[in-house]
């Protein structure tokens, strides 16, 4: 999943949502310097990507663009299952979609002192640019996906993505819908374990 989703999964807590969107910048046993539920976020990420990545639906959608993506295709799928989350944001939660998104950049900027720095370098785009919200629209993942394939080094292609997002449209929502609330079950168990 990409940032929209694991913040949402992370529930109410500022530091869980912080520590689960930074995560992927954090390697190996580098959190334990972090406060608890800052350690607890990462686990929480690490916890729902091995449960993406292993679950047949998620799979199902990856491999309708593997052929031309690559080892691209689940990075691509994340950003797409952010885009269904974020359009039928009014579903999950009582909150706006906006509020919530106006809600975590302002714990960004309450909680700066512990961010990576990687965070703190792209803090000042995701805000400016609303990334979350701009999930909603499909010109909003493209533009995310062209930012996303400008940062790679090498010819990834994945800016052309939305394609099969427009062609297979139906389809990827589907899988998203159904996939979704098993993640969301599997996130809450695992909240509460850690």
Do not use: C
């Not at 976020?41 to 990507?49: A, K, Q, T």
């Not at 965070?119 to 062209?146: A, C, H």
């Not at 993505?161 to 427009?166: A, D, I, N, Q």
């Amino acid at each position: 999943m990409n940032f929209l989703a694991h913040i949402y999964l992370s529930g109410e807590n500022d530091l869980v949502q912080i520590g689960n969107f930074m995560a992927d910048g954090i390697r190996g046993k580098h959190f334990e310097t972090f406060p608890k539920d800052i350690q607890k976020g990462i686990f929480l990420h690490r916890s729902i990507d091995t449960y993406t990545d292993a679950h047949p639906i998620f799979r199902k959608s990856t491999k309708r663009l593997h052929e031309k993506y690559h080892h691209y295709s689940g990075v691509i799928v994340d950003v797409f299952y952010d885009h269904f989350l974020a359009k039928n944001f009014h579903n999950y939660s009582d909150e706006t979609l906006e509020y919530f998104a106006t809600r975590f950049y302002q714990s960004l900027q309450n909680n700066y002192e512990i961010l990576t720095d990687k965070t703190k370098g792209m803090m000042t785009y995701m805000i400016q640019q609303n990334w979350l919200v701009s999930y909603q629209t499909v010109e909003g993942i493209e533009r995310i996906l062209t930012q996303m394939d400008n940062r790679i080094k090498n010819n990834s292609n994945i800016r052309f993505s939305v394609h099969e997002l427009r062609q297979f449209y139906a389809e990827f929502e589907e899988e998203f819908t159904f996939f979704f609330e098993e993640l969301r079950n599997f996130s809450n168990q695992k909240l509460l374990s850690l």
